[in-house]
Nanobody, 129 residues
Framework: QVQLVESGGGLVQPGGSLRLSCAAS????????IGWFRQAPGKEREGLSC????????YTVRSVKGRFTISRDSAKNTVYLQMNNLKPEDTAVYYC??????????????????????WGQGTQVVVSS
């Protein structure tokens, strides 16, 4: 059973940066993808970025592309989300999730919420002066 634990959230001023971590434990049966999502107060959860296990290919949605970067450290089973030039509207709970669906590929599908099965508990990010 795969488990995901996010960390790295906190309070940051506008224009600042944070790096979120998603540590995976357990056993993936084959290829998988890890995605980052967020949910702001009163809003629906949205996908931000994903990375594929087999080749490291990534997909980042246009709304945060250029500010948010996903990466991984395979040796540590950890995926990161580097967030730069943060804005108050980035305030949200950030989640990572995994999918092992055989048909799914991150670079084509993007971080679609319905394709992900295992979720972390989330980490709060507050962007405020």
């Amino acid at each position: 059973q795969v488990q995901l634990v996010e960390s790295g959230g906190g309070l940051v001023q506008p224009g600042g940066s944070l790096r979120l971590s998603c540590a995976a434990s357990g056993f993936f049966k084959g290829n998988y993808a890890i995605g980052w999502f967020r949910q702001a107060p009163g809003k629906e959860r949205e996908g931000l970025s994903c990375i594929a296990s087999y080749d490291g290919s990534t997909y980042t949605v246009r709304s945060v592309k250029g500010r948010f970067t996903i990466s991984r450290d395979s040796a540590k089973n950890t995926v990161y989300l580097q967030m730069n030039n943060l804005k108050p509207e980035d305030t949200a709970v950030y989640y990572c999730a995994s999918t092992e669906r055989s048909y799914y590929y991150c670079s084509g599908y993007g971080p679609q919420i319905g394709e992900y099965d295992v979720w972390g508990q989330g980490t709060q990010v507050v962007v405020s002066s």
